[in-house]
């Protein structure tokens, strides 16, 4: 077989996702290639994978990003294991593309040193982090991201220099990372990448990690190139949705996928309910827009969750449905921005709690809204994984573009009430000001758009 030319049968890769947002971020990537994808939020039965035959990509959404080493120690060999026996010859552990991570905190140096074992002849552990859609840039390991067309260095960033639990004091991932993991770690930066980069010297019995610098579309398709030939009987790869682009560039190149690929348009709906645990600034300024364009938008008040949780949650449950009866879209934040006094006097405790609350609001709306609501949306990574966990969904397809990262879903499920609703998980960074508004309008911007279905 001409491992350049030709896909293997079955499943091409299989991966866990550090958080769920995180998780259809990839699955939205491999979806609008051509890759026939779905999303698990349990590990996968026999009688589900069945349902869905073709299924090239299989992912289960995870919450690691925000645990520790020793939790990761408890949890990640098992969920990596029932990834691996799925037999694709790629395990990814799918990661932010802004590397969120510490050591005390969503180590992802920790999470590597327990999947390389499951692919065990593998000579390197490759890693791509750069997403140009995403405006992600790796350049000689420095990690850029861009705010408003505008690139920032990662220690430098507006949000991620100052992120509440895993700042980012370090832009070279090769020293961020070294503070993780003990292995070797090397890089392809991107002159080496375009000259025709030979792996070799960097191989070995101890499995390095070796990043790949991404800037642009042909650094995208070298790195997909060099993964995808080199992947030999299986590697691990600790990569955000850069690994999806990159192998679907590769794969375009040689043939192997449309040259245009895409995502359908959503129909818009009268309504959605939408929470958010966001302490981004770009969520806080979609908070403010929607405002202005009629959503009813009602605060939790922390110190009463933390202190009366049922209280609260009941009261700001109230008041959603009074805004859904008035024809409204109601829309509840437990906060507005970084700098906001409930972040700065919070703790992970509180940040939990936020989570908790979030999803027993979203699940009694759901359940108590005058009409059936079919489409809703959560913004913040933990408030995501927190919310989606609470619905009896077992799975997640992409239908639906709407912004880089965050498309929309539909969920499939053994509950009736839940099987067939829409949903977006939105990262905190994710969208322009109008985000909200375009879910409820199925409004798609700077997403690959096919014809509408």
Request: glycine share 10%; net charge neutral.
């Amino acid at each position: 077989m001409d491992a350049g030319k030709t896909w293997p049968p079955g499943l091409l890769l299989s991966y866990y996702g550090d958080d769920f947002t995180g998780s259809t971020d990839v699955m939205e990537a491999f979806t609008a290639a051509g890759v026939p994808t779905l999303l698990f939020l349990r590990p996968p039965t026999h009688e589900w994978l069945q349902r869905f035959p073709g299924l090239r990509c299989v992912g289960l959404a995870g919450q690691s990003r925000g645990q520790s080493p020793s939790w990761m120690n408890a949890n990640l060999p098992a969920a990596f294991a029932s990834l691996a026996a799925l037999g694709a010859p790629l395990l990814q552990y799918k990661i932010c593309s802004t590397f969120d991570s510490s050591p005390a905190v969503g180590s992802i140096g920790r999470a590597i040193d327990l999947g390389v074992p499951l692919m065990p002849q593998g000579r390197w552990s490759p890693m791509v982090v750069g997403a140009p859609r995403l405006a992600r840039y790796q350049v000689f390991g420095n990690l850029f991201a861009a705010v408003n067309g505008v690139g920032h260095r990662l220690d430098r960033h507006p949000t991620m220099s100052r992120h509440p639990v895993t700042p980012m004091a370090e832009s070279d991932l090769r020293l961020h990372l070294s503070a993780q993991t003990p292995r070797r770690i090397e890089l392809v930066d991107m002159v080496r990448l375009r000259q025709g980069a030979d792996l070799q010297s960097l191989l070995g019995e101890d499995v390095p990690v070796v990043l790949i610098d991404v800037l642009d579309e042909e650094t995208l398709a070298e790195a997909g190139r060099l993964i995808w030939q080199r992947r030999g009987a299986g590697l691990f790869s600790a990569s955000s949705s850069g690994l999806q682009y990159a192998l679907a560039a590769h794969w375009r190149r040689e043939g192997l996928l449309p040259a245009q690929p895409g995502l359908p348009v959503a129909a818009p709906v009268d309504r959605i309910a939408v929470v958010s645990g966001s302490c981004s600034p770009v969520t806080a300024a979609q908070i403010a827009r929607a405002a202005q364009q009629g959503f009813a938008c009602e605060r939790l008040d922390l110190p009463r969750l933390l202190a009366w949780p049922e209280a609260e949650i009941e009261r700001a449950v109230a008041a959603a449905l009074t805004a859904l009866a008035e024809g409204q879209s109601p829309l509840v934040y437990s906060a507005t921005g970084p700098d906001d006094p409930a972040v700065l006097s919070s703790d992970a405790t509180a940040a939990e709690q936020v989570g908790r609350g979030l999803a027993a609001l979203m699940r009694r709306l759901l359940d108590r809204a005058p009409q059936r609501l079919t489409r809703i949306a959560v913004a913040g990574g933990d408030s995501s994984g927190a919310v989606a966990s609470a619905l009896d969904i077992a799975a997640l397809s992409v239908v639906a573009g709407l912004a880089p990262g965050a498309p929309l879903c539909r969920a499939w499920s053994d509950h009736s009430a839940r099987d067939g609703l829409e949903i977006v998980l939105k990262g905190g960074q994710m969208g322009g000001a109008d985000f909200f508004a375009d879910v409820r309008q199925g409004k798609s911007r700077h997403v690959l758009t096919s014809a509408a279905p």
